[in-house]
T-cell receptor
């Protein structure tokens, strides 16, 4: 199984600013994903982080608001841009070793973001 | 699975009793189904998955899940609950619209195990 770390673990930010969240995996993985978990809600997939190319965004999420980088097979970042209180959520990174539907996704501990 | 449903927001059980957390899915082909657990201020931890084969899947911490194709269900079970099992449980299924894995999650069920 992959061990995934995220930084920061939590942050309190002002409206209109941006925050970059880092995700580090302890081994090379094919797939990396970013999810949002709004307070008291389930997980919603934001995007698939593609190594060496632009991320693939889900409906309702756009690159200008959530730019994602993935420079290599173990690291990705998610930026939450021009934040508003509605962006207050837990942001989770996940990774799967291969590209198969049979693979298991492992999750990081999450970043708890509060926007004032 | 195109969608996954968890019909119960909360399940209460006494320690030592068996527990069941329900999950149903909708899919037109073969489903890939997963259970995760989330403890307070923690990320999701993988419990078990159904890919193919035996309908009874065994996972971590004594949990198991039964895949029932006729009822389109994948209920999570444990023979004897522990207080430490109290957490938020998510059922997830693989979406069918991509060639690689993308998960869709249920709304979650909070399990409370009383001493």
């Amino acid at each position: 199984s992959a061990v995934i770390s995220q930084k920061p673990s939590r942050d309190i930010c002002q409206r209109g600013t941006s925050l970059t969240i880092q995700c580090q995996v302890d081994s090379q993985v094919t797939m990396m994903f970013w999810y949002r978990q709004q307070p008291g809600q389930s997980l919603t997939l934001i995007a698939t982080a593609n190594q060496g190319s632009e991320a693939t965004y889900e409906s309702g999420f756009v690159i200008d608001k959530f730019p994602i980088s993935r420079p290599n097979l173990t690291f990705s970042t998610l930026t939450v841009s021009n934040m508003s209180p509605e962006d207050s959520s837990i942001y989770l990174c996940s990774a799967a070793g291969g590209g198969s539907k049979r693979d298991t996704q492992y999750f990081g501990p999450g970043t708890r973001l509060t926007v004032l | 699975a195109q969608s996954v449903a968890q019909p119960e927001d909360q399940v209460n059980v006494a320690e030592g009793n068996p527990l069941t957390v329900k999950c149903t899915y909708s899919v037109s082909g073969n489903p890939y189904l997963f259970w995760y657990v989330q403890y307070p201020n923690r990320g999701l931890q993988f419990l078990l998955k159904y890919i193919t084969g035996d309908n009874l899947v065994k996972g971590s911490y004594g949990f198991e899940a039964e895949f029932n194709k006729s009822q389109t269900s994948f209920h999570l079970k444990k023979p004897s609950a522990l207080v430490s099992d109290s957490a938020l449980y998510f059922c997830a299924g693989d979406r069918e619209d991509t060639g690689f894995q993308k998960l869709v999650f249920g709304t979650g069920t909070r399990l409370l195990v009383s001493p």
